[in-house]
Each structure stands twice: as C-alpha cells, then as structure tokens.
C-alpha cells in the first residue's frame, strides 16, 4: 500500500511529545521522513532512535529563529527537501486569575506559541517557495476559538496563531503553499493533566476522549494531496466542543437556576 506522504520530508516542532510524537509516529507510518525538532534532548534523540532512518533528530527551541533555521537545515540536509512544517510546540499560560496574573510567563508564552509558529512558518515557507510549495499547519486550539475566563495569554497566543494562519494562507497561495491549523481540545498529554470525566460529561457533544492519534489523523490530511485545494482553514479536533454545550449542561443549568429560583 502506498503511504499518503511516499516522498515527503517533514519537520514536527514539539514532535517529542504529545500530539507532536503522534503525528511524527504516523507521518513515518505514511512514508514522510521526519525531523522531530524539540528542546527534550533525551526523549526526541529516543523517539528518533525508535523510528529508524526516517527520522531524525534536531534539538530545537523554537523561541530562536535560528535554532528553528537549524531545524529546517536539518531536514534538507538528513532527508534532501521539505514539504510538510507541523508548527506544534506549545506550552500553557498560568491558571491564575486575570486580576491576579503577574504576566511572569507571558514573554515564553508568546514565544513558544506565537513567535515559534511564525518563524517556523516563515523558515518553512521560504524553502517551499522556492521549490514549489508544500504545506504549514500550525497547532492552535479551541482556547484561540472560544473565548472565556483563565488562562488568557494562552487563548491569545492561540487566537494569534488563528489570525496568522489566515494571514500567510492569503499572502502564501501564490507559490503553491497551503498553510492551514488545528484546534484541538482536552486530549489526555503533559499539557493536560486535569480530570476530563467532567469535561467530557458536560462539556463536550461527543462523549469520546480524544486521542493524540486524533489529531496526528487531521494533521495527516491537512498535510496530504487530499487538502490540496483546502487553505486558511481552522479545523477542531474537539468532540464538537466549539459546536455549542451539549444539552445535559443546558438541563444542569436549568437545574441551578430552579434552585436559585427557590
Ligand atoms: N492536548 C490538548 O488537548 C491540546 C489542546 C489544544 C491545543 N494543544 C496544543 O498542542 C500542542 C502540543 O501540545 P501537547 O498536548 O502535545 O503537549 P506536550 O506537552 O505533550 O507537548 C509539547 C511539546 O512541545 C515541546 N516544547 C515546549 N517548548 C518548546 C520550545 N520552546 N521549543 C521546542 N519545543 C518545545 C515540549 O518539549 C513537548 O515535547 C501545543 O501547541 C498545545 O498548545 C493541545
């Protein structure tokens, strides 16, 4: 069976870990070759290790352009070109309250997700210009869809990468690059370690805990032939979260306001 992406190079930023390391497992799975581009040294170097020829990696932190220019170097030189730039490393916001925030992490926030996408986005399409095209996505979440209180750098920095992505699809169509994201919501990683029973009892339409295989699947189609007439897009990969409350948190809110009411 041919591989959905025979022939392709990829770099995944944050690919060590996570929805990163499923999308690099899959990717390799498909055909690509890969450049896991991550700042966990020991966990990128076994992952690559693991995967074989097909991958390497190249310790980067994506808040250096240059380092991120190295991750892209790397991928010509390992693997002779690069079709596919995954920009996923991403890291949360204080849970604090707005009123209380410090903005202490507010610069690597924005550094990691914002700054980190744009740059990758940048490295990444000045090689596919010159070569005709290839494909970005970049990791937002539904946090850069939806509104609400907490952790409000992190929505930002995630509604930022949404407004950039749009952006570059418009001003990057012009050279055969699509450049489109994901938004993913509540998938059991490092980044989300809360309980989700109450998530997915009232919080989410589809009652199915979403996997990092889920994601690793969208990211897969957005990188592949498939989605060669589909740029500037934003596709949640969130149960139908951002779609609206499902009705059991309709009827639980209706029960407090009886209550409120008595
Ligand atoms: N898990 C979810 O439900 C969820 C939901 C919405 C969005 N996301 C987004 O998905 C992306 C991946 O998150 P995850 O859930 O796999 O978490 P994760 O913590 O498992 O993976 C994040 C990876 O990014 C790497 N990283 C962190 N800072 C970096 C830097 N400066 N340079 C390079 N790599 C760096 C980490 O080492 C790690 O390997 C993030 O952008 C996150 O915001 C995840």
């Given at each position: 069976m041919p591989g959905e992406l025979d022939g392709k190079v990829a770099v995944v930023t944050g690919g060590a870990s996570g929805l990163g390391q499923a999308t690099v497992e899959l990717f390799v799975k498909e055909g690509a070759c890969v450049v896991i581009a991550d700042v966990d040294v020991d966990a990128g170097e076994e992952l690559a290790r693991s995967l074989g020829d097909a991958a390497a990696f190249k310790r980067t932190d994506v808040t250096d352009a240059?380092?991120?220019?190295?991750?892209?170097?790397?991928?010509?030189?390992?693997?002779?070109?690069?079709?596919?730039?995954?920009?996923?490393?991403?890291?949360?916001?204080?849970?604090?309250?707005?009123?209380?925030?410090?903005?202490?992490?507010?610069?690597?926030?924005?550094?990691?997700?914002?700054?980190?996408?744009?740059?990758?986005?940048?490295?990444?399409?000045?090689?596919?210009r010159a070569n005709g095209g290839g494909s970005i996505i970049n990791n937002s979440s539904i946090g850069g869809i939806t509104a609400g209180a907490g952790v409000v750098t992190y929505r930002a920095s995630k509604a930022a990468v949404i407004h950039f992505t749009k952006?570059?699809?418009?001003?990057?169509?012009?050279?055969?690059?699509?450049?489109?994201?994901?938004?993913?919501?509540?998938?059991?990683?490092?980044?989300?370690?809360?309980?989700?029973?109450?998530?997915?009892?009232?919080?989410?339409?589809?009652?199915?805990?979403?996997?990092?295989?889920?994601?690793?699947?969208?990211?897969l189609y957005l990188a592949s032939d498939r989605a060669a007439q589909v740029s500037g897009v934003v596709l949640p990969v969130d149960g139908a979260t951002t779609a609206g409350p499902p009705p059991n948190q309709l009827k639980a809110f209706a029960a407090a306001m009886k209550d409120t009411e008595e």
């Open positions: 240059d380092e991120i220019q190295g991750a892209v170097d790397s991928a010509l030189e390992h693997f002779g070109g690069l079709h596919v730039m995954f920009n996923n490393a991403g890291v949360g916001s204080a849970l604090t309250t707005f009123l209380d925030d410090d903005f202490s992490d507010f610069e690597r926030v924005m550094g990691v997700n914002v700054f980190g996408v744009m740059v990758g986005s940048q490295r990444a399409a000045r090689h596919m952006s570059i699809a418009a001003d990057l169509g012009r050279f055969g690059i699509r450049v489109n994201c994901i938004a993913p919501a509540h998938i059991a990683t490092d980044i989300t370690r809360y309980d989700q029973g109450p998530v997915l009892k009232y919080m989410q339409p589809l009652r199915r805990q979403g996997q990092p295989e889920d994601v690793a699947n969208a990211v």
